[in-house]
């Protein structure tokens, strides 16, 4: 079992960075893969990064290709996005999510509130 918190969001305007972190709880951290999503009012929820177990491989979406870097640090149980050049397109509620193997992810955080002005 897995818990997920994450933490980091914001307002911000156009053009700035944000960090948001997902700390996770359970043993075994270290064996799940992460990902990051998104889902902006009215909107379907949107893939925006994933990294492996081991921090060597790592997607993400043409949208954020190039602003986003996911990163995890295993010795903190902790995953990584860092949002840079930020575009109000952005704003949306991001979350965290976790998995054993391949195929669905399995547990989701509450997500944390990113706003981008114009």
């Known amino acids: 079992q897995v818990q997920l918190v994450e933490s980091g969001g914001g307002l911000v305007q156009a053009g700035g960075s944000l960090r948001l972190s997902c700390a996770a709880s359970g043993r075994s951290f270290a064996m799940y893969s992460m990902a990051w999503f998104r889902q902006a009012p009215g909107k379907e929820r949107e893939f925006v990064g994933s990294i492996n177990w081991s921090g060597g491989s790592t997607l993400s979406p043409d949208s954020v290709k190039g602003r986003f870097v996911i990163s995890r640090d295993s010795a903190k149980n902790t995953v990584y996005l860092q949002m840079n050049s930020l575009k109000p397109e952005d704003t949306a509620v991001y979350y965290c999510?976790?998995?054993?193997?391949?195929?669905?992810?399995?547990?989701w955080g509450v997500g944390t509130q990113v706003t981008v002005s114009s």
């Open positions: 999510a976790a998995r054993r193997g391949p195929g669905d992810f399995e547990y």
